[in-house]
């Protein structure tokens, strides 16, 4: 740029000192300086085309150095862009997923959001051999475990249960190769790669790999943004063995459905019958609803007695020890209009605290269940509850009605 300057600069002095000594000499020949002069015209005016179409090019040049400046720092961006643990584990409501299995029958399975509480998801998982609960938590660039229960076929709300002696860490930022982490069980995991080309029945994907490894055997967890957790290759190092899950179905607006047994007093043959009734729970949907609206109404036409007055409220459930495996009572708070709308005689009433007792027991899969009056003792006219006296199961005198 700085030679093209120059060569203008001095074209134009040359082209000054040619003017004055032609307007010297005008005197003794008018016709030489004329012609001189229009040739001096035509130079010019070429010259100054030839700057305004280098300036052209320079300009045309440093506008593309810009644009691919512009773009370099776009893809930089771009690179620089931090992937978070979220992106690969989304929480979202109502979304059903189901994996194939190869190598072991229990490698199928289905899942159900069931809860989302801030930054907490509680997952029902269920496969041929049990149902499982899955709570999940994301906090502090990590993607955590913080509590799993099998043998769960209710529903409850365990997302504020964290059973710190099994916490995991299932993905850890910053998301990026080599990126390591140790478990409490000595497992190794580790982002082993970024965009790993997998495939699965639903399609292929760019994936999040994580490899975990101990004494006795990989595991290959992918994750694919947006989606989840989509695939999971389980390998024994001694022989060859491999378990693999896959997905291959995801459907939003999915409820999980339950059939639960509600039982009912059949006064008039002194007996209880019960009634099979599927239900559909959303995500964030409370139980207590559901069982509150299903004991306040019975068949049209039946004579079977109402378990619960219309305006009475189921108002907690209580599992006094969530990480048990086994559930010795439960606790159910109801208004006091259980009591107050009964209008029963000490048959009826123990038939309704019966039929009370044995659908939560049935839910439930527990022997006993304490029933509270807004926070007291259960108590009334007939029946006085003492602090470890409890409701028991009985579902002899039960049958299915018709």
């Given amino acids: ?14 082209l000054t000192l040619i003017f ?30 030839n700057d305004i179409t280098n300036q052209n090019k320079e300009n045309g040049a440093i506008n593309q150095n810009n644009k691919n400046s512009e773009n370099e720092d776009n893809e930089i961006k771009d690179a620089e862009k931090e992937l978070k643990v979220e992106d690969f584990f989304p929480f979202q409501k109502d979304v059903y997923m189901k994996y194939k299995g190869i190598g072991n029958e229990y490698a199928e399975y289905e899942t159900y959001v069931e809860f989302i509480n801030g930054d907490l998801m509680q997952i029902r998982n269920l496969n041929p051999g049990t149902n499982a609960v899955m709570v999940y938590e994301i906090k502090d660039g990590e993607l955590r475990l913080n509590f799993i229960k099998g043998e769960v076929y209710y529903r409850h709300d365990f997302t504020n249960v964290k059973d710190d002696d099994r916490l995991e860490i299932l993905i850890k930022e910053p998301i990026k190769k080599g990126t390591a ?19 699965t029945p639903l399609g292929n994907f760019l994936a999040l790999e994580i490899t975990s490894e101990n004494e006795r055997s990989i595991i290959k967890d992918y994750y694919v943004k947006d989606i989840g957790h989509v695939k999971r290759i389980f390998t024994l190092k001694d022989g060859d063995y491999t378990v693999t899950s896959e997905l291959e179905k995801i459907e939003k607006g999915v409820p999980l459905k339950e059939t639960i047994k509600f039982f009912y007093p059949d006064f008039l043959n002194d007996r209880l019958v019960y009634i099979n009734k599927e239900v559909e729970l959303y995500t964030n949907q409370d139980i207590k609803s ?13 004579q079977l007695t109402k378990p619960l007055s219309e305006n009475t409220r189921l108002l907690y459930i209580i599992i006094e020890d969530p990480m048990s495996d086994i559930i010795d009572h439960l606790v159910v708070d109801f208004s006091k209009e259980l009591v ?49 006296e409890y409701f028991t199961v009985d579902l002899e005198n039960s049958v299915e009605y018709k």
């Avoid at 307007?23 to 100054?48: G, M």
């Avoid at 559901?290 to 039946?302: D, G, H, M, Q, T």
Wanted: overall charge negative; aromatic content about 8%.
């Fill in 340 to 388: 107050t709308e009964m209008n029963a005689g000490s048959s009826l009433e123990g038939m309704i605290l019966q039929s009370i007792t044995n659908t939560f027991c049935r839910y439930y899969q527990t022997a006993q269940v304490q029933i509270t009056l807004e926070g007291n003792l259960y108590e009334s006219g007939h029946f006085l509850l003492k602090p470890d």
């Fill in 20 to 49: 004055t000594l032609a307007f010297t000499a005008c005197n003794s020949d008018n016709n030489a300086y004329n012609e001189q002069n229009k040739e001096n015209s035509v130079y010019n005016e070429q010259s100054k085309e």
């Fill in 1 to 14: 740029m700085k030679n093209k300057i120059l060569f203008t600069k001095r074209a134009i002095l040359s």
């Fill in 290 to 302: 559901v069982i509150e609206e299903k004991l306040k109404n019975v068949p049209e036409n039946s």
């Fill in 181 to 199: 982490w140790t478990l409490k069980d000595g497992t190794k995991r580790s982002i082993t790669e970024v965009n790993k080309e997998i495939s």
